[in-house]
């Protein structure tokens, strides 16, 4: 197996190595890397912004192991901090190979491959990679952002926004749909990331408040398995091009309290005290355009 440099990976993913994974030689199982590197893939999924099960059903199959190789090259032990590469070398007519790697500051640890086929899952037959999954790896390798955010009107866009801020605020955190929806929808602008096989994955919006030069962002929302990826940020960074570009020269926005820091991040500031709303705790904060 050739020699993989960091410079060859456009994503890693970072583990720690835990106490129940090491063995009597004071050393990482051999079998723990195939779950870092299982691990790895479903962060690479993350990155692509392809939530995997609810792709791979819309695209009528499943992904099942043809073929997993590794090559030991060092040991891990117990609290080492690895970086686990993974990368799409190879797509057959049914099959998708990948390059992973895991890497311990500048030591490879071990190398490999796993191989997927693309299979129909009744059948378990294998069949062709279909040509959008097909152009979301070969696009995300290539270096192309995993999503295309678009913004627009309510008319537009209010179709996937609403299922996917149904799917986030009122299914998984259980607001009250009376209280998910208002009349402000028709005058904001929205924007929703559609991922590399034409999914919306994410979504937000800012209208204009009584203060004059001041828009707030609200109804942030990203599926589940995307959160972390880099979808959110995505969504949020085009709404403030988007308030930015109509003149305005402020930001708000009520966080709830666990993405304060995504927020700051982005350059938000905390204003005053937590508080409560819709049932869950929230923070003002503020940013200058």
């Known amino acids: 197996m ?25 050393v990482v199982f051999n ?18 912004a392809l939530p995997y099960e609810a792709t791979l059903a819309a695209l009528d199959g499943d992904l099942f192991v043809r073929k997993a190789s590794l090559e030991y090259r060092s040991s891990a032990r117990y609290d080492d901090l690895l970086d686990v590469g993974i990368r799409c070398r190879r797509i057959g ?12 500051g500048a030591t490879t640890v071990v190398a490999g491959e796993l191989v ?25 390798e290539a270096g192309a952002p995993a999503v295309e955010v678009k913004v627009g009107r309510w008319a537009e866009l209010g179709r996937d926004a609403q299922a996917i801020r149904s799917a986030v605020f009122v299914q998984e955190q259980g607001i009250p749909a009376e ?4 009349a402000a ?28 030069g001041v828009a707030r962002i609200g109804r942030m929302a990203v599926l589940a398995p995307l ?31 666990s993405a304060v820091a995504f927020y700051h991040r982005a350059g938000f500031e ?10 869950i705790p929230h923070q003002e904060m503020r940013r200058r355009l």
Do not use: C
């Open 93 to 104: 007519n049914s099959s998708i190979s990948f390059d992973a790697v895991a890497w311990r």
């Open 270 to 279: 905390p204003v005053g005290p937590e508080f409560v709303e819709a049932g």
């Open 179 to 182: 209280l998910e929806w208002d």
């Open 227 to 257: 959160r972390s990826g880099g979808v959110g940020r995505a969504v949020l960074d085009a709404l403030v091009a988007s308030a930015r570009e109509a003149g305005r020269e402020a930001l708000m926005l009520h966080a709830q309290a």
């Open 31 to 48: 079998a723990h890397y195939l779950s870092y590197f299982d691990t790895a893939i479903a962060g690479y999924w993350r990155a692509l």
């Open 116 to 140: 997927y086929v693309f299979t129909d899952v009744a059948g378990q037959v294998p069949r062709p990679v279909p040509a959008a999954l097909r152009t979301a790896l070969e696009r995300y």
């Open 185 to 212: 929808d028709a005058g904001a602008m929205h924007a929703v990331a559609i991922n590399g096989v034409g999914a919306a994955v994410a979504t937000g919006r800012w209208l204009d408040t009584d203060e004059p």
């Open 2 to 26: 050739n020699n993989l440099n960091r410079t060859d990976f456009r994503f890693s993913e970072r583990l720690r190595v835990r106490w129940s994974e090491v063995d009597a030689q004071k």
